[in-house]
């Protein structure tokens, strides 16, 4: 009996503690913030100034029940990187009242204030049917109408003045075609292969953060769409699903990989590569270019509004202007990643590693004498060190460099950054590419019209590559030569292109802290 005793005073000693929501709603203010997430009480006050998303978010909600507008944007499972000694205990469901919960105005002008159209003229805004969607710049212009403002500049942000970002498209356009004629071209086949995986044509869907930020469905639509068009999906480690949501919402033979950020701590990030294993996915993309975040100023900008229209609340308190998304972000992934450290994930994990975020023909050489699988040239997509080469430019240097080392055909190389056009899958392809990602061209689609949207996204591309090759006079992808795409102006940047109207109308230039007057 005494040892029963003795049990039953541990588990009453352990029990997590049970809270009222008055007691909650005490601590509303920034300087003193408790919140509810999914039945548990946080003191979130130490954490508020670390917020990817700024302050303000958070703080509106203190002293509530912020379930609802958490799981909007965030996996249930996010919580979980918070330091658990902010978990104050239970809430005592029975406690809350209808004034605990958020105000559902406040809220919704929060999320659904949209974005401006560039160049827009004050005309009613009709949404326009899917079927009107010819090109990625139509699904862009929608996206725009439809997306809450803050969520499309974190989307289409770009590091510094965002040169890198605009160079990216700008670069495919200095490639020219050499076109091959009286080519029977009656049947094209557009399907290739990844990794010994046949997909429909040489794309996949690369990682994005915060689905959820462009449509309630969020990664699990940019699944379900990748299914339909047999394309590969690359599973984001910043997702608004957890790992089980996403690779469960895909259907057999569907392929996936799984895009990491490597954590300081690498029990961490062993836990999360067995999480993507038993989700089936059939490669590990590791991300190599972002030992810091970059600093993205069009999402930057809008954080520090946010904070500041709380610190006014508050006298006396100083906005940290460079926290956001770089410094949150930052904390979790490990600056010190190196070469040294490929060994460690070879021996633990039998997937395929590819390096995402390689950026000059020695890395590439490095990577290839390590054993990856394969490296995808990239900047990320202009959002981290501005000035660094698209990787299209990179592309015709990596190959130089890998023949040169002897090591043509060791592994597959992929491009990511400013596709927009089946004629850019083909130029890619050309130079020695096995296959492109896109990211904000799904997003768009994903924003305009849910999963249909990626799934017109990816038909539009499609088509349009299966036209660039007809044209090119090749009837598949193994009839596309280097000589077929003329470089010499590649590596020159100023040199002048042709106007790319579709791209200027979408585009909103860079603003500065001061607002420019009305003319």
Not at 290 to 311: I, Y
Not at 361 to 377: M, N, S
Not at 412 to 439: H, N, P, W
Request: charged share 20%; glycine share 8%; with cysteine.
């Amino acid at each position: 009996l005494g040892f029963l005793l003795q049990r039953r005073a541990a588990v009453v000693k352990m029990a997590p503690r049970i809270i009222s929501m008055d007691e909650v709603a005490q601590h509303n203010k920034e300087t003193d913030c408790w919140i509810v997430i999914h039945g548990k009480v946080y003191n979130i006050t130490p954490f508020l100034k670390d917020h990817p998303g700024g302050s303000r978010i958070i703080a509106m909600h203190a002293g509530k029940d912020a379930t609802g507008p958490f799981s909007e944007i965030h996996p249930p499972d996010l919580v979980h990187i918070l330091d658990p000694a902010l978990c104050l205990g239970d809430v005592d469901p029975n406690s809350i009242k209808p004034e605990h919960l958020p105000k559902a105005a406040a809220h919704e002008a929060s999320t659904t204030s949209k974005a401006p159209e560039a160049g827009s003229a004050l005309v009613a805004y009709v949404k326009p049917p899917i079927e009107h969607m010819l090109n990625i710049a139509d699904l862009e212009a929608v996206a725009r109408r439809e997306m809450p403002k803050e969520g499309l500049d974190y989307y289409v942000s770009g590091a510094d003045d965002e040169v890198t970002l605009r160079e990216n498209r700008a670069a495919f356009q200095r490639l020219w075609f050499r076109p091959r004629v009286l080519v029977n071209v009656r049947n094209v086949d557009t399907s290739s292969s990844m990794l010994g995986v046949k997909v429909s044509f040489p794309l996949y869907i690369t990682a994005t953060a915060l689905g959820k930020l462009a449509h309630p469905d969020g990664e699990l639509a940019l699944a379900r769409a990748a299914h339909t068009q047999n394309v590969i999906q690359m599973v984001p480690t910043l997702g608004s699903y957890t790992i089980e949501e996403i690779t469960g919402a895909a259907r057999p033979p569907q392929t996936q990989w799984y895009q990491l950020y490597v954590n300081p701590d690498r029990a961490k990030t062993l836990e999360i590569i067995r999480r993507a294993e038993r989700g089936g996915v059939k490669a590990l993309c590791i991300t190599v270019d972002a030992p810091f975040l970059g600093r993205r100023e069009r999402d930057m900008r809008n954080k520090m509004r946010s904070q500041v229209s709380v610190v006014q609340q508050e006298a006396g308190t100083k906005v940290n202007k460079n926290k956001g998304v770089a410094a949150a972000l930052s904390s979790f992934i490990d600056p010190s990643l190196c070469w040294a450290d490929l060994p460690w994930f070879f021996a633990n994990t039998k997937l395929p590693i590819i390096l995402k975020g390689v950026q000059c023909g020695e890395d590439a050489v490095l990577a290839a004498r390590a054993g990856c699988a394969g490296i995808i040239l990239s900047n990320h997509g202009g959002r981290q060190l501005d000035f660094s080469r698209s990787g299209i430019e990179v592309l015709p240097e990596v190959m130089h460099f890998l023949k040169a080392a002897g090591l043509e055909g060791k592994m597959e190389v992929y491009v990511d950054g400013g596709i927009s056009r089946g004629t850019d899958i083909f130029k890619a392809l050309a130079l020695g590419a096995k296959a492109v990602g896109v990211g904000r061209p799904m997003l768009y689609g994903l924003a305009a019209y849910g999963q249909a949207g990626v799934e017109r996204a990816l038909e539009l591309l499609q088509d349009e590559f299966r036209i660039a090759l007809s044209l090119n006079g090749c009837q598949s992808i193994a009839d596309i030569r280097p000589e077929m795409v003329i470089t010499r102006n590649l590596a020159d940047h100023f040199v002048p292109n042709p106007p790319d109207f579709l791209h200027q109308t979408n585009y909103v230039p860079l603003g500065t802290a001061v607002a420019r007057p009305k003319l």
